[in-house]
């Protein structure tokens, strides 16, 4: 009984809005996680920006995880149209590796999708992601993102990428 509750309490999160204070965590988490950083004042404007669909995850109170998108006016990636979509882009996704496994990536994907089309007016969501990095591709396909093309040799280290997209819906 008392082991059960201390499970359950170490297993829970708490997603919430990105705040500029969060700054230097998400750096920290994206530097650990990720060979693609980005200099401070990226994450600055993108909080800035997208704040509403930029989301941060919090065990115990601190962070552990977050999701920066962006939102892009361009061709569909879904659709032949000759016209321009409003397109939410999914700029980088991670979560410290002690608190893998138990769903606080899906979470924040899905609410920084939700913003996106509720806030943002996006009708639809993409990202490019390393073809070898098997457990963010199992989210984004839970989530119904298509394979939609090979990006050849997209990564500096000379990796090809999928370009992933679904509907906002
Ligand atoms: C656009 C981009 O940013 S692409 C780069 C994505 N980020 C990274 O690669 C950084 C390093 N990785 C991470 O931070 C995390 O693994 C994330 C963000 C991709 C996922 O975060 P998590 O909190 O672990 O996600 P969550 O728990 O919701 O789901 C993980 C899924 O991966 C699956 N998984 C774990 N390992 C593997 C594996 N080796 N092969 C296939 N699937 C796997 C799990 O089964 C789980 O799916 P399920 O819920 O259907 O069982
Ligand atoms: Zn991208």
């Known amino acids: 009984m008392e082991q059960a509750t201390s499970n359950k309490s170490t297993n829970s999160f708490l997603i919430r809005n990105v705040r500029m204070d969060d700054i230097d965590d998400i750096i920290m988490i994206n530097r650990l996680s990720l060979p693609e950083n980005y200099p401070?004042?990226?994450f600055v404007?993108?909080?800035?920006d997208y704040g509403k669909a930029f989301y941060v995850a919090e065990v115990n109170?601190?962070?552990v995880g977050y999701i920066m998108p962006r939102i892009e006016l361009g061709f569909?990636?879904?659709k032949n149209l000759p016209s321009l979509v409003k397109k939410g882009h999914v700029v980088s996704i991670a979560v410290l590796e002690a608190y893998?496994?138990?769903g606080i990536g899906?979470?924040?994907l899905k609410a920084s999708m939700k913003s996106m089309k509720e806030d943002y007016g996006a009708e639809e969501v993409y990202l490019e992601v390393r073809v070898s990095n098997y457990p963010a591709i199992s989210v984004y396909e839970k989530?119904?993102?298509m394979k939609i093309k090979v990006l050849k040799h997209y990564y500096a280290d000379g990796e090809d990428a999928y370009l992933m997209a679904t509907y906002l819906t």
Do not use: E, M, P, Q
């Not at 404007?45 to 800035?48: G, L, P, Q």
């Open 40 to 42: 401070y004042y990226f």
């Open 45 to 48: 404007d993108h909080i800035k």
């Open 61 to 63: 109170g601190d962070v």
């Open 76 to 78: 569909s990636n879904l």
């Open 100 to 102: 893998r496994n138990r």
């Open 106 to 108: 899906t979470a924040l």
């Open 143 to 145: 989530l119904g993102f």
